[in-house]
C-alpha cells in the first residue's frame, strides 16, 4: 500500500510538472532592455574608464576568465578546467578548454599568453602546449586563481587594428560609447547557447519620471541608486538589494614623500586623522544612504573579514579639534580640495555632508564634481588634494578583494594586486591596519547595490559582491 501511494505521488508530480504554464519554464528568444545608472566609453578590459565597475558589468557578457566564481563566491572553472601549482605556489598550469572567439577562431594557450601579458607583464608567462598555459608569479601566490577572476585579466584576443574578440556567451552587434550597446547571442559558445536572443544596454537612462509613475515597463532591469528606492518598494515591485559591498572612501592623492615642488603638497597627516574623525558616519548611512549602508572602519566589510569591528572607528570629534589646533601652531592649514565623481548624485551629497561636518572642527573642504574622479590613471594629473570614491568589491575572497581596493587607491607600490602575500584573517587585519594607520585612505561606509527587475524577468543571479552573472537570464513571454 505504502509502495502504491508513492507511485500515484509520483505519477502526480509528473502530470503537475507537464500541465505547470509554459511561463515557468525558460525560454529562448527575446531581447532583455537593461538600464546602468553611468556612462561608459570603452569596453576594453585595461582601457581608461571614469565607471569602471559598469564597464565590468557589460565585459562579463563578451569576455571571460580563466578562472571565475559563482552567485556563493566559491572558485569555478572559467576558460581553464583545470589547474595546479608547484609546492611554493608560486608556478602554476592552467589547462584551456575548448573555445572560440567571436571571430570564429580557436582559443589557443598563445593567445591566452598575449592576453595576459598586456594585462601585467611582471609575470613570467608561456605556453607549455597548444592548450595549457605557464604562470611564473615571480613568488609566492596562493590566491592566483582567484586573483585572476578579476576583470584586468579577462581574455580578449586584439587584432592589429586593435579589434577586441572574447569568447563570452554575447558578441558585439551595435555600439554607440557612453549611450547603448546591443548583444546578441553567440550561438557557439562553449558552455550552451544563452536564452535571449539580444541584450541591449541603456547607459545614464534618466529613471526620474519612470520612478515616479512607477512606469519601468519596456525594462527587464534597471541599475537603482539607494535614494530611487522607496516609491518601489512602497509599491512592491521587485527589488535585489545586495550585502554591503562597496565603499564609500577618501582616498588622498598624495603621499606624504612627494618631493617638494612636484605638484600639489601633501595633506598634514595629523588633518587626515582629524578629517576622519569629523564624518558623521550615523547621519551618512541612515540618511544620505537611506539605512541600505553600514559605517565603514575598514577597507572590507565586516561580513566579509570578521575582524572590521576590531578596527578604530575614528568618530571623534573632540579629537580632530585637538589634532587641529596643533597643527594650525606649526604651519598654515590650506582647504582641502576634495573632488567627487560629476555624474553620481549620491556622490555630492557626501561630499557636502563631509564638508559640513569637517568645518565643526575648523577643517575647510571644498568639493567639487569631476568627470574623471573615478579614472584611476586620471586623478593622477586631477588639481585636487582628495577623491571621494565608490569601489565595488572585486572578490569574495578576502586577500584578493582587499589587494585590489589597494590597488585602485594607489596607496603604496608594495601594495599593488600582485604583492599581497597575506593568507590568514590575522595576516590581512595586520596589512588594513598598518595601511589605515596612516589616514591616506578614510573609509566612510559600506553600501549596498540595488536593482529593479521586471516580473518578466528570470534567473537573475547576484553574486555576495553584487555582480551580475546574467549568463542563466531569461525573459518570460520570449517568442
Given amino acids: 500500500m505504502k509502495r502504491l501511494r508513492l507511485v500515484s505521488l509520483a505519477v502526480a508530480s509528473l502530470l503537475l510538472a507537464a500541465l505547470a504554464p509554459a511561463s515557468s519554464r525558460p525560454r529562448y528568444g527575446g531581447t532583455a532592455h537593461i538600464v546602468l545608472r553611468d556612462r561608459v566609453n570603452t569596453l576594453d578590459p585595461l582601457g581608461e574608464e571614469d565607471h569602471p565597475a559598469t564597464r565590468d558589468r557589460m565585459m562579463a557578457l563578451i569576455f571571460e576568465n580563466l578562472t571565475s566564481m559563482d552567485a556563493q563566491g566559491r572558485l569555478r572553472p572559467g576558460l581553464a578546467t583545470s589547474w595546479q601549482s608547484d609546492a611554493n605556489k608560486r608556478v602554476w598550469h592552467f589547462h584551456l578548454r575548448l573555445a572560440q572567439f567571436h571571430d570564429g577562431s580557436v582559443l589557443t594557450a598563445n593567445d591566452a599568453v598575449a592576453s595576459l601579458q598586456r594585462s601585467m607583464s611582471e609575470w613570467k608567462i608561456s605556453a607549455t602546449d597548444r592548450q595549457t598555459i605557464s604562470i611564473d608569479a615571480t613568488a609566492p601566490a596562493p590566491h592566483l586563481p582567484e586573483l585572476l577572476v578579476l576583470p584586468r585579466f579577462a581574455i580578449a584576443k586584439k587584432t592589429p587594428e586593435n579589434t577586441l574578440f572574447g569568447t563570452g556567451p554575447y558578441k558585439f552587434s551595435e555600439w554607440q560609447p557612453g549611450e547603448r550597446l546591443l548583444l546578441t547571442a553567440n550561438d557557439e559558445y562553449w558552455g550552451g547557447r544563452p536564452f535571449p536572443d539580444a541584450i541591449e544596454f541603456q547607459m545614464g537612462v534618466p529613471l526620474r519620471d519612470q520612478l515616479l509613475e512607477r512606469q519601468l515597463g519596456p525594462y527587464a532591469a534597471a541599475e537603482l541608486s539607494v535614494d530611487q528606492l522607496r516609491n518601489l518598494e512602497q509599491a512592491n515591485q521587485n527589488i535585489m538589494i545586495s550585502r554591503q559591498s562597496d565603499l564609500f572612501a577618501i582616498a588622498f592623492l598624495q603621499g606624504d614623500d612627494v618631493p617638494t615642488g612636484r605638484g600639489r603638497r601633501p595633506v598634514d597627516p595629523r588633518i587626515r586623522e582629524a578629517l576622519a574623525n569629523t564624518v558623521n558616519r550615523g547621519a551618512i548611512t541612515n540618511v544620505i544612504l537611506n539605512k541600505r549602508a553600514v559605517a565603514a572602519n575598514g577597507i572590507l566589510p565586516q561580513w566579509l573579514t570578521g575582524y572590521e569591528s576590531l578596527l578604530p572607528a575614528n568618530n571623534s570629534m573632540e579629537r580632530a579639534k585637538e589634532l587641529r589646533a596643533e597643527t594650525a601652531a606649526l604651519v598654515i592649514i590650506p582647504p582641502i580640495a576634495l573632488a567627487y565623481d560629476a555624474s553620481d548624485p549620491t556622490s555630492k551629497l557626501l561630499a557636502e555632508r563631509i564638508a559640513l561636518d569637517a568645518r565643526e572642527a575648523g577643517i575647510i573642504v571644498q568639493p567639487f564634481g569631476e568627470a574623471h574622479a573615478g579614472n584611476r590613471q586620471a586623478r593622477?594629473?586631477?588639481?585636487?588634494?582628495?577623491?571621494?570614491?565608490?569601489?565595488?568589491?572585486?572578490?569574495?575572497?578576502?586577500?584578493?578583494?582587499?589587494?585590489?581596493?589597494?590597488?585602485?587607491?594607489?596607496?603604496?607600490?608594495?601594495?599593488?594586486?600582485?604583492?599581497?602575500?597575506?593568507?590568514?584573517?590575522?595576516?590581512?587585519?595586520?596589512?588594513?591596519?598598518?595601511?589605515?594607520?596612516?589616514?591616506?585612505?578614510?573609509?566612510?561606509?559600506?553600501?549596498?547595490?540595488?536593482?529593479?527587475?521586471?516580473?518578466?524577468?528570470?534567473?537573475?543571479?547576484?553574486?555576495p559582491t553584487g555582480s551580475w552573472q546574467l549568463d542563466q537570464l531569461w525573459m518570460e513571454g520570449a517568442r
Fill in 380 to 463: 593622477a594629473s586631477l588639481n585636487a588634494d582628495a577623491v571621494l570614491l565608490r569601489l565595488p568589491l572585486a572578490s569574495a575572497e578576502s586577500s584578493v578583494a582587499l589587494a585590489a581596493r589597494m590597488d585602485e587607491m594607489a596607496l603604496l607600490p608594495e601594495h599593488s594586486a600582485l604583492n599581497v602575500k597575506a593568507d590568514q584573517p590575522e595576516q590581512l587585519f595586520e596589512l588594513e591596519s598598518k595601511t589605515l594607520q596612516s589616514f591616506r585612505v578614510i573609509p566612510i561606509a559600506h553600501a549596498s547595490q540595488a536593482v529593479w527587475l521586471s516580473p518578466l524577468t528570470h534567473n537573475w543571479q547576484q553574486s
